[in-house]
């Protein structure tokens, strides 16, 4: 891939390519995977490189180099992360003060020692909603294996569990999503980056459910409904500071700011989606260098006309540069759009309930939980 050793050192008077004093390493343990799930079937990164290649030393010189003075959190990806659990072990082992979470399929979860379990924040489970579409994409009988693992390791992991969804299938129902909340602690959700699924059908049939789930969660006094994209919303339209301050203004799905996502090659990317595009590249523990994320605002994004712009502050920087500095009018239409569409319904749903009404009479633990929940650090927010 390409490398630019000459970014090495920026000059003294260039601001640094992470935004604010928190950074994020997504490190990839690999890019092979033990599942073949549909939407990965064509992709030309999966299974493109295997276990990490850059030692440990290299990392170091990176983060001395360019993260000296950074709060340093981590979250191990792939490929399925959990097939290099050497690795995470010995990253845990060198950095022992960082933060860790575990984005996984959640197949393998049980080959994970009690020490690893132990310090990890969070484990993000991808799912793909109930039983039936879940095991529709992954595979039969994926979706009870993955519950079992989730079940099996919860007395002994530190931290949260969190279902993460892809939400793509229009048969997705209220009912399978707060399901799930008898196995995991929070559930987040994203809606899928697909050209086929947003017919006016499959449209209609996500409003009736994202109705129901604002129903629900406001329906509750005394504790949290807990899917991340309503609190999340609920955050930043009752403290609109915290997305302000945060992410510095920018989207909050961190490419812009503060995430570097690191290949097991040692090349870093803004965004796992954009890893097979080279222009992308924006670093390289190897060669040690770190430039500004190339993924940023442009003028012919139209978020800051928006009247979503308050709250969600640009959501997917990846839709935007594909659709409208790219220039990609299929994918704007067929996805931007109506993604950003639902997230403009969801804000709205959420207004009609009077979040500021409903937070001043919530009790404080649900006040704080609104506030600083730590899954906001590990997630997108926005859906």
């Known amino acids: 891939m390409h490398t630019n050793p000459s970014h090495s050192i920026a000059a003294p008077c260039t601001p ?4 604010g004093r928190r950074v994020e390493l997504q490190l990839f343990t690999t890019l092979r995977c033990n599942l073949k799930c549909t939407y990965c079937s ?5 299974n493109s490189q295997g276990k990490v290649s850059y030692s440990l030393d290299a ?5 001395r180099t360019h993260l000296s003075e950074h709060e340093i959190y981590v979250t191990f990806y792939g490929g399925e992360p959990t097939l290099n659990v050497q690795y995470m072990e010995q990253v845990m082992q060198r950095y022992p003060h960082f933060r860790y979470q575990l984005q996984t399929n959640g197949t393998l979860l049980h080959r994970l020692p009690d020490q690893v379990l132990a310090k990890l924040s969070n484990v993000l489970v991808s799912v793909d909603g109930g039983e039936r579409i879940t095991d529709g994409f992954r595979g039969k009988g994926v979706y009870r294996r993955v519950l079992g693992r989730v079940d099996g390791i919860r007395g002994r992991l530190g931290g949260s569990l969190t279902a993460r969804v892809t939400w793509g299938s229009e048969d997705t129902s209220f009912e399978e999503l707060d399901e799930l909340l008898q ?3 929070y559930v987040y959700w994203q809606f899928v980056q697909s050209d086929s699924a947003y017919s006016a059908q499959a449209m209609e ?3 009736r ?8 969660f406001f329906a509750s006094k005394d504790a949290v409904y807990p899917f991340i994209p309503i609190m999340g919303i609920v955050r930043n339209k009752v403290l609109p500071s915290r997305a302000l301050e945060l992410y510095g203004g920018h ?25 097979d595009d080279p222009e992308m590249q924006h670093g390289s523990v190897v060669d040690n260098w770190l430039k500004r994320s190339p993924l940023q605002p442009h003028p012919d994004m139209p978020c800051q006309t928006c009247t979503a712009y308050a709250f969600c502050r640009g959501n997917c920087m990846k839709n935007l540069h594909v659709a409208y500095v790219r220039k990609d009018e299929a994918y704007r239409r067929l996805v931007v759009e109506p993604v950003c569409e639902l997230v403009k319904f969801l804000g709205e749903e959420i207004d009609r309930r009077d979040p500021k009404a409903w937070f001043a009479q919530a009790p404080l633990a649900v ?5 600083d929940c730590e899954v906001y650090e590990y997630v997108e927010v926005m859906p």
């Not at 990392?59 to 983060?63: C, E, Q, R």
């Open 367 to 371: 006040r704080k939980e609104v506030a």
């Open 209 to 216: 459910v994202l109705v129901r789930l604002v129903d629900r």
């Open 205 to 207: 049939r996500k409003r």
């Open 251 to 275: 989207s909050q799905c961190r490419a812009s700011t503060h995430i570097l996502n690191v290949l097991p090659d040692g090349s870093i990317y803004p965004c796992p989606d954009m890893t």
């Open 42 to 46: 064509e992709s030309a990164v999966v």
């Open 59 to 63: 990392l170091d010189n990176f983060i």
């Open 16 to 19: 640094h390519p992470i935004v």
């Open 183 to 185: 196995s995991f602690d």
